[in-house]
């Protein structure tokens, strides 16, 4: 290291960029924990000059990060409940019957372009032309209740 002109401290702190650079690139805020740790441990490296007192307190930055930081962090800016995707976005989603049961038929309503099978939730009858809001998709049908007119 001497070669190039760089301390330990140069290294800890070098280390600590990359591991913040690849937070931006994950999940789940581990990554800047394992970064920002690196920065005191540089501070000790440097004052020190010695790598047990750094690598200790590498390991306390990063207890305190894992246990107080993260869930502080992960309670206040993620969303409780994850994105949806797919058929679970769908449901409250407004859509139309355009053939129900009454002849003989299966139900089907219109949804993003296409004709769907469906059935009425339980309780509740649908006829041709209603507008109905999707309650749960199951093994690719539609359950519906009718929209209620307010």
Not at 52 to 79: N, S
Not at 81 to 107: C, H, I, N
Request: aromatic share 10%; with cysteine; hydrophobic share 55%.
């Amino acid at each position: 290291m001497s070669e190039l002109g760089l301390s330990a401290w140069h290294v800890w702190c070098a280390i600590g960029v990359l591991l913040l650079i690849a937070e931006v690139f994950t999940a789940g805020f581990i990554f800047a924990g394992l970064g920002l740790a690196a920065f005191p441990a540089a501070i000790v490296q440097a004052m020190t000059g010695s790598l047990a007192w750094a690598l200790t307190t590498y390991t306390v930055g990063l207890l305190i990060f894992l246990f107080t930081i993260r869930p502080i962090a992960m309670r206040t800016f993620m969303k409780a409940k994850p994105a949806q995707f797919g058929p679970a976005s769908w449901v409250g989603s407004t859509v139309k019957v355009v053939d129900a049961q009454d002849d003989g038929g299966a139900l089907k309503a219109w949804f993003r372009d296409s004709s769907w099978s469906a059935v009425a939730q339980e309780g509740h009858v649908l006829l041709e032309g209603d507008m109905a809001e999707i309650v749960e998709v199951k093994d690719g049908i539609l359950v519906l209740k009718p929209v209620s007119e307010s």
